[in-house]
């Protein structure tokens, strides 16, 4: 089971943390996904629970940055520099191999939480 948090209203140029806190572990990765109204969901960043291997989409790269608590099985996804098309629900996600994140091979979808940027 996921459970997501953290999203909320911030201006563009702002910061917001994610949280996604996951409860049993037969899963290898965890991953970011987002989903614009009318748009597709998409893949936004994923982890490797064990070897911390680190994937991004283009359009976050250097301005997101995924990370993981062994301790707490959260993973978080710190957004930094938001812009208006940040704008989405934010889902994360389970999946049996980082690879498989990105093209939502996934095992399982905890509920989504809204980032809204404004300008």
């Known amino acids: 089971q996921l459970q997501a948090s953290g999203g909320g209203l911030v201006q563009a140029g702002g910061s917001l943390r994610l949280s996604c806190a996951a409860s049993?572990?037969?899963?290898?990765?965890v991953g970011w996904f987002r989903q614009a109204p009318g748009e597709e969901r998409e893949f936004v960043a994923g982890?490797?629970?064990?070897?911390?291997?680190?994937d991004y989409a283009d359009s976050v790269k250097g301005r997101f940055t995924i990370s993981r608590d062994n301790a707490k099985n959260t993973v978080y996804l710190q957004m930094n520099s938001l812009k208006t098309e940040d704008t989405a629900v934010y889902y994360c996600?389970?999946?049996?191999?980082?690879?498989?994140?990105?093209?939502?091979?996934?095992?399982?979808w905890g509920q989504g939480t809204q980032v809204t940027v404004s300008s």
């Open positions: 996600a389970t999946s049996s191999e980082l690879s498989g994140l990105r093209v939502l091979q996934v095992l399982g």
């Open positions: 049993g572990r037969t899963y290898s990765a």
């Open positions: 982890i490797n629970w064990s070897s911390s291997t680190i």
